[in-house]
């Protein structure tokens, strides 16, 4: 007898296990294998598909879930759960009133229990601790892409300039050949053309009377 009682009284001085609380997807969403975007999709949950909500990060609202035997991390405002008879997104103000624990997210322990077998374990050492080398990656791909439209860009205007520099040229000497034609040919003809013949000085078969 006492040694019932001594069990019955270790259990009730025993913390009590938090269970699951019961959500629903509100949209398709990525179920992922850390609390943040960067990290590898696990699969996707389908809307109003319901999920298992283990606990969530007291920092922002990312959940570890599960849905169908997988596990992973999706994003509170992906997911509702039923507080008071009205569906609420889950946020750190509806943890406690739920029966969601805050939890860490530990990522060799989590990733060695439910990834082991997946592709992008083999990357783990990429991924572990922080996540920033992907955000670096995008980062300084979107860096060389707008370098490279700079350059472009920078090319495009030399060669409009070039093209410019190079008709204002043209059109320089067009006007200087013009005007050197009209200076040196034009104006001396035009008088001799029009210019009054002075007849008292020619004869007969003077040839420098005779005209063009």
Do not use: K
Request: glycine letters at 6%; proline letters at 5%; hydrophobic letters at 30%.
């Amino acid at each position: 007898m006492s040694l019932q009682l001594a069990a019955v009284g270790a259990l009730l001085a025993m913390p009590a296990l938090a269970s699951a609380a019961e959500g629903f997807a509100t949209a398709n969403v990525n179920m992922r294998s850390g609390p943040s975007t960067r990290y590898p999709a696990v699969t996707v949950i389908p809307a109003g598909e319901a999920v298992e909500i283990h606990g969530c990060l007291a920092d922002r609202p990312w959940c570890d879930v599960s849905f169908y035997g997988g596990r992973g991390w999706v994003a509170g405002r992906y997911v509702q759960a039923v507080y008071r008879s009205n569906r609420v997104y889950v946020e750190p103000e509806y943890y406690r009133p739920l029966g969601i624990p805050t939890v860490a997210f530990e990522f060799d322990r989590y990733w060695d229990r439910y990834y082991r077998g997946r592709d992008f374990y083999r990357d783990r050492d990429r991924w572990r601790g922080d996540t920033d080398w992907v955000e670096e990656r995008r980062e300084r791909d979107w860096e060389r892409r707008r370098e490279d439209q700079r350059r472009e860009w920078e090319s495009a205007r030399e060669r409009e300039r070039r093209e410019w520099e190079r008709r204002r040229d043209d059109d320089r000497w067009r006007r200087r050949v013009d005007e050197d034609d009209l200076s040196e040919w034009d104006e001396p003809r035009a008088e001799r053309r029009y210019a009054p013949r002075n007849d008292t000085e020619c004869a007969l078969g003077d040839f420098r009377c005779e005209d063009d």
